[in-house]
């Protein structure tokens, strides 16, 4: 009887399920082996050739990875790894020390479920200013990168001064006032500046930063 292909990939990834509950990992070589085997057995016609093009359709769907003892199928099965994953979810840009403070997670699980979620592209992550952050790879890095920036004390800080002073204000004001280093502030109003958060304006020969109300 002929079956289509996606026919034929339902049944593949269901005996791939099975096969790996025998808490056995998955190895193309390996997997290949026993599916033509066991396909041989049955009623079941797919050829070697048919079997190898979809495993490769499976592992670029990141349903199956190489090396994992379970199927993306089964990966938010388990309860921690699920709060990892939600927490991430709803905070994206959080980096791996707030994520083991927010779910209370000691680190060695936290890093074991981060990896798992990344081979399975539940999530994404990223380098930004020396962290490594993680993501909802549905959310385009630059929003990422504006939510992590915006989340930090130091960025609510000078929008909030901005906002009361709206005749605007010079970056060495703005560092003193808020008692944050020079270089810090210079950096913190780049990156707002690039978001189109705040103004700046020359002004009698002083650079005025306001916030941008538009």
Known sequence: MSISLEQQETIVFKAIQIYLQGNRTFSMNDIILHL?????????????????????????????????????NDVLLNTKRKK?????????????????????????????????????????SEKINGHMVYFDPNIGFEEVRKIYYFSKEKSKKIIDYLRINDIGVTKTHLSKKL???HNTISRYLIILEEFNVILKVKKDNKIIYFLNDV
């Open 179 to 181: 008692n944050i280093h």
């Open 36 to 72: 033509t085997s066991r396909f041989a057995k049955g009623s079941i016609n797919i050829n070697i050739n048919g079997i190898k093009k979809i495993l490769i359709s499976l592992l670029d769907k990141k349903l199956i990875v190489e090396g994992s003892k379970f199927t993306k």
């Open 84 to 124: 990892i994953y939600n927490f991430i979810l709803r905070n994206p840009g959080m980096y791996f020390n707030q994520i083991i403070k927010n779910t209370k997670i000691n680190n060695f699980l936290v890093f074991w479920h981060l990896e798992t979620l990344l081979k399975f592209n539940f999530i994404k």
